[in-house]
């Protein structure tokens, strides 16, 4: 802490889960949070403002547009039911499809980070991004362009997150997570929002993006410090991958081994007998299920 019983906006942001662009954000543009200020200008924020971005937190999860919150915050316990209001992220996602059908990347965009700068990344994945990933896949068989949406948007969320990522990982000191795609598996967009999601709770993330021959991962293991290997996959993975790729990645490493995704919901039972964990299909539930096995104070740099 800068003070005693303060905390500065980068601790904040790895106690919520709220970057802090989208604390800044909800300060300038919603005034839910007044933190401090040091002679300097750096905000400083107290146990109750951590309670209070929770809580908002928990808001936004039951439907809450944020630009309400602070009613639903007030003394009435009916205030937030009241606010329910219309679907958001009903017309967020309406929106999306609409600038992916005309192939319009400023549009999309617009869209994209409108929603970022108001929620966090775990909200924006879980309300907006997933369903919009089932909506193109679904658009794939019965809609003429479909496959070339799902490309489209492919390479717009490839680009965007690999920014974020980047920009994001010089101010990491956390732990440090392994994160790759399963062989076969050629769209890393769900690694790289984890990677992201990883990097709001001050994780570091090696990055080895899609199609990743685990065969090679102890290599890298051996040449930096790695807390935690974490895989991905929505597929079925080739022959072999889970009944004995998996299993000599395990026995090769001294960290734990992960797998999100769809894969390791159909596939739970196989990839627990490799030694691994299955951790599902849910991001947030993921992340905090490798938090909690990562009980141990983090490696020296």
């Given at each position: 802490m800068a003070e005693t019983g303060y905390f500065p906006i980068r601790t904040v942001s790895e106690l919520t889960g709220v970057n802090a662009v989208t604390l800044r954000a909800w300060e300038r543009r919603y005034g839910l949070i007044n933190p401090k200020r040091t002679p300097k200008g750096h905000r400083l924020y107290t146990r109750a403002d951590v309670e209070m971005i929770r809580e908002v937190l928990r808001l936004i999860a039951r439907g809450i547009p944020v630009s309400q919150a602070r009613v639903a915050l007030g003394p009435e316990p009916a205030a937030a039911k009241a606010f329910a209001?219309?679907?958001?992220?009903?017309?967020?996602?309406?929106?999306?499809?609409a600038a992916i059908s005309e192939f319009d990347e400023a549009k999309l965009d617009g869209v994209y980070q409108e929603a970022m700068a108001h929620y966090p990344v775990d909200v924006v994945t879980k309300q907006l991004l997933t369903p919009l990933l089932k909506a193109l896949g679904d658009r794939w068989d019965r809609t003429a362009g479909g496959i070339a949406e799902e490309h489209f948007f492919g390479v717009y969320m490839r680009n965007k997150l690999g920014a974020r990522f980047h920009h994001r990982r010089h101010h990491a000191r956390g732990?440090?997570?392994l994160a790759a795609c399963l062989p076969g598996e050629h769209h890393e967009l769900g690694a790289l929002l984890l990677a992201l999601a990883a990097h709001d709770r001050?994780?570091?993330?090696?990055?080895?993006?899609?199609?990743?021959p685990l065969a090679q991962l102890p290599y890298v293991l051996q040449r930096t410090r790695i807390d935690a290997v974490v895989l991905s996959s929505s597929i079925q993975p080739p022959a072999g991958t889970l009944d004995?790729?998996?299993p000599k990645l395990v026995a090769a490493s001294d960290v734990p081994?992960?797998?999100g995704g769809q894969t390791s919901t159909r596939h739970r039972d196989a990839i627990e007998r490799s030694g691994a964990v299955a951790v599902g299909d849910e991001l947030v539930t993921g992340i905090e299920l490798i938090s909690d096995m990562l009980s141990s104070p983090p490696r020296a740099p």
């Open positions: 209001g219309p679907d958001l992220w009903s017309s967020y996602l309406d929106a999306m499809i732990r440090r997570l001050g994780y570091r993330v090696v990055l080895l993006g899609a199609n990743m004995r790729a998996l081994v992960f797998v």
